[in-house]
């Protein structure tokens, strides 16, 4: 087997990885291993956390939209239930902007959700 003089895919990886350590406290920033640990713990926390953020907006959304079906007299889930019926729809998240931003048109999509329910 030939030797092999340079080794750039692993120094192009290390490289890589310091660049990423830099805003690291003490050694986590200028050590190999202490900054590769560091690194990978922290990509692994990014990893989880992308998933976690859409959990936690949609979770948000369902708070803002059973806040203003509340003011509404009615639950989130026969607010849901009344607009799915009268065959609006909109996602969760423009939902929860026009709860925050425009009471008004709230307000019409939970009498178009009251008057799907009753036909029913």
Do not use: C, T
């Amino acid at each position: 087997m030939p030797r092999v003089r340079s080794n750039v895919v692993r120094l192009k990886r290390k490289k890589q990885v310091m660049k990423a350590a830099r805003g690291a406290f003490g050694a986590r920033s200028k050590l190999w291993k202490a900054a590769k640990e560091n690194v990978e713990r922290g990509w692994k926390y990014a990893y989880r956390d992308r998933k976690n953020k859409k959990r936690d907006f949609r979770k948000l959304w369902i708070v803002r939209i059973n806040a203003a079906a509340h003011q509404h007299d009615m639950s989130y889930s026969v607010f849901m239930n009344g607009l799915k019926r009268a065959g609006v729809e909109i996602d969760r998240k423009v939902l929860a902007d026009i709860a925050v931003n425009d009471p008004a048109a709230f307000g019409a999509l939970a009498e178009a959700a009251r008057a799907a329910l009753a036909a029913a």
